[in-house]
């Protein structure tokens, strides 16, 4: 079974600019996951999809951070402008469904540097 | 507010001993909690759980205690290996019908010395 595959894996530009990052997560996954790891701390989650629906996008910083998973399977996550300090490792994870305690499978993460 | 806290951010622990590894929480809500362990470059990969009916929960070398009254919770891993260096992330959740957010504690790096 293929895991979460995220691209790319390293990235880096200038504040300001604009990035984007994809996942794909585990076929069959209905649970999309992405997750915010700044070094020296745990991964905090910025948004949650279940299908195609957004199910919790309360951390995210909605001014210039924006995520889309457009026929409920690849999701993008985009930040515009990039501000310094938006360096840190940006996860995706994956899970068979919502309900219940369903384990997270995360993917390798992009590491972003804004200089 | 940090409300998984891992105060250890380092652990150096012998080939073939004991690690224990802490965790401690604030938000009595929490109910289920869980470990995760994260290689360089990859993502984290779930290692167990527990939930807060339980104070123990066994898998192979790993165990992990729950202590509800001190909101506390350890993992111990016997014996450790040396594939077992890596960083180690307490979670915890609520129920929440389905919707159970996951937070995270900043982690502890683990160094098995051979």
């Known amino acids: 079974e293929a895991g979460v595959a995220q691209s790319p894996r390293y990235k880096i530009i200038e504040k300001r600019q604009s990035v984007a990052f994809w996942c794909n997560p585990i076929?069959?996954?209905?649970?999309l996951y992405w997750y915010q790891q700044i070094l020296g701390q745990g991964p905090k989650l910025l948004i949650q999809?279940?299908?195609?629906?957004?199910?919790?996008d309360s951390q995210l910083p909605k001014d210039r951070f924006s995520a889309e998973r457009l026929k409920g399977v690849d999701s993008t996550l985009k930040i515009q402008p990039a501000k310094l300090e938006d360096s840190a490792v940006y996860l995706c994870?994956?899970?068979?469904?919502?309900?219940?305690?369903?384990?997270?499978?995360f993917g390798p993460g992009t590491r972003l540097l804004v200089l | 507010d940090q409300q998984v806290k891992q105060n250890s951010p380092s652990l150096s622990v012998q080939e073939g001993r004991i690690s224990i590894l802490n965790c401690d929480y604030t938000?009595?809500?929490?109910?289920?909690f869980l470990w995760y362990k994260k290689y360089p470059a990859e993502g984290p990969t779930f290692l167990i759980s527990?939930?807060?009916?339980?104070d123990k929960n066994e898998d192979g070398r790993f165990t992990v205690f729950l202590n509800k009254s001190a909101k506390h919770l350890s993992l111990h891993i016997v014996p450790s290996q040396p594939g077992d260096s890596a960083v180690y992330f307490c979670?915890?959740?609520?129920?929440?019908?389905?919707?159970?957010?996951?937070?995270f504690g900043t982690g502890t790096r683990l160094t098995i010395i051979p």
């Open positions: 994870a994956s899970s068979l469904d919502l309900a219940g305690r369903e384990t997270q499978y």
């Open positions: 527990i939930s807060s009916i339980k």
């Open positions: 999809f279940q299908n195609n629906g957004v199910v919790d």
């Open positions: 076929s069959g996954h209905a649970t």
């Open positions: 979670a915890a959740s609520v129920t929440n019908f389905g919707n159970e957010k996951l937070t």
């Open positions: 938000n009595s809500m929490f109910d289920y």
